[in-house]
């Protein structure tokens, strides 16, 4: 499966739940899941039984429309997390997290994933220094996240800086919010990744 590419609240109203996928309208209450919770189309409002496997599977589509990740990307992050020692799933949140565009997104210099992946493959970021258009590239603790100095005035790169006093940052970089850099300080802890998914689910997807 491609990277989905249509509306994206309509996916939001399918799981009932937000996933983060529109920034200021969602802070604003503006979101279509908030004025209407439920699913979309004729029979959105009807109750489905779900099996285990449909269970496993809305996990497995959470994620990946949460972080904008295709199947395949998906599915090496899954073997790479699984061949780590440790806990499977934890390791598979953890590979995620470190993903630039995420990095970007939880630095607070994008309001959405989506537009933090904009802003790597056109060529605005810069880790330590240089200039680093690969979305799924995978941050180091200790690394340097930075707005390339043309892009710095960006008004929605400004706006998304103004929207972290709603949003908070995540514990795990450290802002310097005036000259629009960010250190990768740390891995995170997964009880410190908030997010509507059970990871649990998705391994016994995969394991199958």
Known sequence: MARYRGPVEKIERRFGVSLNLKGERRLAGKSALEKRP???????????KVSEYGLQLNEKQKAKFMYGISEKQFRALFVEAKRRDGNTGTNLITLIEQRLDNVVYRMGFASTRRFARQLVTHGHILVDGKKLDIPSYRVKPGQKIEVKEASKANNQVVRAIELTNQTGLAPWVDIDAEKVYGIFTRLPEREEVVIPVE??????????
Request: charged letters at 35%; a positive charge; aromatic letters at 10%.
């Open 38 to 48: 439920y699913g979309p189309g004729q029979h959105g409002q009807r109750r489905k």
């Open 199 to 208: 990871e649990r689910l998705i391994v016994e997807l995969y394991s199958k």
